[in-house]
């Protein structure tokens, strides 16, 4: 079991991380709702295959604090600030988790080194502005609900129950994404293209529907700020694989941001019996973008 929840860690760390090569084409309203009904319907077979039922309001209320909302609220905000704004204030979920949980407040001084690390990381994308606060505000709601989703999840869900949930979650979260294409105001012009189905397709399947069945699975194993620091994972591999898309030269900080950043994740999962290995703790409960920017590079 040891090297399982690694192994899913890491892997909705480099599904989420890798979003972004797939965001860029994405232009029209509609196409959160498309991508949500797509990734419902994975989950919906499993569910139709095992016939392992789940509660629909639990469920639609993760949908919503999980998936829709966070959703609306970081595209609103990408108006208003830069994604690296966005990414360092995203990377504040472990730490707001574990404030609400009231868990291992031992923890706090490693969780703001994490947040700090990634800080350092995308420090050449951070600039704020006037009318930046009301993104910043928009995110931190964005951060509320994900924290609020993350120990709802913990109590209400099992892990028998993940593909079923998973299925009204993305309804839910359609049916959100959907009310918004039609009521936020837009470029009447704007569509799909044929270029973009193939990433929204891949977006839908890899990161939403698979990146969130590993992440619910690892939730359900490992304490809730332990897996919303897979944040830190996802940005850590936007750095990378956009410093090799774009041909960037890392700075002396973003190294020594993703050093901090990793130290962080390694001490958050090391074992209490002093050991120091990536060992992460089974718990006895019992019952979640998306996605990091690429950080801003100076071509040289």
């Not at 480099?14 to 509609?30: R, T, V």
């Not at 016939?51 to 990408?78: D, K």
Request: aromatic residues 10%; positive net charge; proline residues 5%.
């Amino acid at each position: 079991m040891r090297w399982r929840i690694p192994t899913a860690y890491l892997s909705v760390g480099l599904l989420w991380g890798s979003s972004w090569l797939l965001a860029s084409s994405f232009q029209s309203p509609w196409v959160g709702a498309l991508i949500f009904c797509l990734a419902a319907v994975p989950p919906a077979i499993v569910f139709a295959v095992k016939r392992q039922r789940t509660r629909i309001v639990p469920s639609a209320i993760l949908g919503a604090a999980m998936i829709g909302f966070p959703w609306i609220l970081n595209l609103l905000a990408a108006n208003y600030v830069s994604s690296s704004i966005v990414a360092v204030i995203g990377a504040m979920l472990p730490l707001l988790t574990l404030l609400a949980s009231g868990e291992d407040a031992s923890r706090i001084p490693i969780l703001v080194a994490g947040v700090g690390g990634v800080a350092l990381m995308l420090s050449q994308g951070l600039s704020i502005s006037s009318s930046g606060i009301a993104g910043i505000l928009l995110i931190l709601l964005s951060l509320f609900w994900n924290t609020f989703a993350l120990i709802y999840a913990r109590r209400r869900l099992s892990t028998r129950e993940i593909p079923a949930s998973l299925a009204v979650q993305f309804l839910t979260a359609a049916a959100i994404a959907g009310s918004y294409g039609l009521l936020a105001p837009h470029d009447p012009h704007t569509s799909f293209s044929a270029l973009a189905l193939p990433m929204i397709v891949a977006t839908a399947l890899l990161v939403q529907s698979l990146g969130m069945a590993i992440y619910y699975w690892l939730l359900l194993r490992v304490e809730s700020w332990q897996a919303a620091s897979v944040q830190w994972v996802a940005i850590l591999v936007s750095v990378v694989e956009s410093a090799i898309a774009f041909h960037g030269r890392p700075s002396s900080e973003m190294y020594a941001g993703a050093a901090l950043t990793l130290a962080a994740i390694l001490w958050l999962f090391r074992s209490r019996n002093g050991s120091g290995s990536l060992t992460l703790e089974i718990t006895s409960a019992t019952f979640p973008e998306r996605g990091a920017s690429h950080p801003h590079y100076d071509q040289k």
